[in-house]
């Protein structure tokens, strides 16, 4: 849902697109015109997205099409248009992989994107202008990382990795967002989703 509340977005990874619905006072959803619609090229497969500055910035990771695509909207003009698209890999792979999740470190310095079958979390640096560097790719600790997290206090990366059942722990550099060591490894068949909150706290 867009941060004014008007608006709700929505991947569809099989029609390469995220529609855009208006939403009524009542909850009703009603299509918004093509304009909103935001198109990915054929094949790409959208997967997950998330929004940054109050929805300026709307960054998409495409699992077929293993890019990170990077929109932008003037103020005030709620029709996304792309200024950026990345692959997620590292340069020279080859083999099979289907881009996962993303999320932003807590000071929205960097991003990063989990690759299934070239299992590694790909990092990227936040530009001034939205746009993103790739900084590097770490080894995720185990087999198909389908989802991770980074804990609240930004200090550690939580990858679930499914094929491998596994949960594992790095240590993460706030500075440079570098992932380093892993530091801790949970057994837990078919891993696919993790949630990190604070201590005392209930995951809403």
């Excluded at 997950?48 to 910035?57: T, V």
């Excluded at 991003?111 to 530009?127: C, D, P």
């Excluded at 995720?140 to 990382?145: R, T, V």
């Excluded at 500075?175 to 201590?199: D, H, M, R, W």
Aim: aromatic share 12%; charged share 25%.
């Amino acid at each position: 849902v867009s941060g004014d509340g008007k608006r709700l977005y929505a991947a569809d990874l099989g029609l390469d697109q995220i529609f855009c619905y208006e939403i009524s006072e009542g909850g009703r959803l009603t299509e918004k015109n093509e304009e909103y619609q935001i198109r990915t090229p054929k094949g790409t497969g959208p997967r997950h997205f998330l929004f940054r500055e109050e929805d300026r910035y709307l960054y998409l990771v495409t699992e077929m099409g293993n890019r990170l695509f990077v929109y932008e909207k003037a103020e005030g003009e709620p029709v996304y248009r792309e200024i950026q698209n990345i692959s997620t890999l590292p340069e020279g792979y080859t083999g099979f992989n289907a881009a996962a999740d993303l999320h932003f470190s807590r000071d929205g310095k960097f991003l990063y994107v989990s690759n299934r079958g070239a299992n590694n979390l790909a990092v990227f640096r936040v530009t001034e202008n939205g746009t993103v560097l790739l900084t590097g790719h770490y080894d995720c600790g185990g087999d198909f990382p389908r989802n991770f997290c980074i804990t609240p206090d930004d200090r550690f990366v939580v990858a679930a990795n499914q094929k491998s059942g596994s949960v594992a722990v790095f240590a993460r550099d706030a500075v440079t967002g570098a992932i380093g060591g892993k530091v801790s490894e949970l057994a837990i068949p078919n891993a696919v989703f993790v949630q990190a909150v604070p201590k005392g706290e209930t995951w809403k």
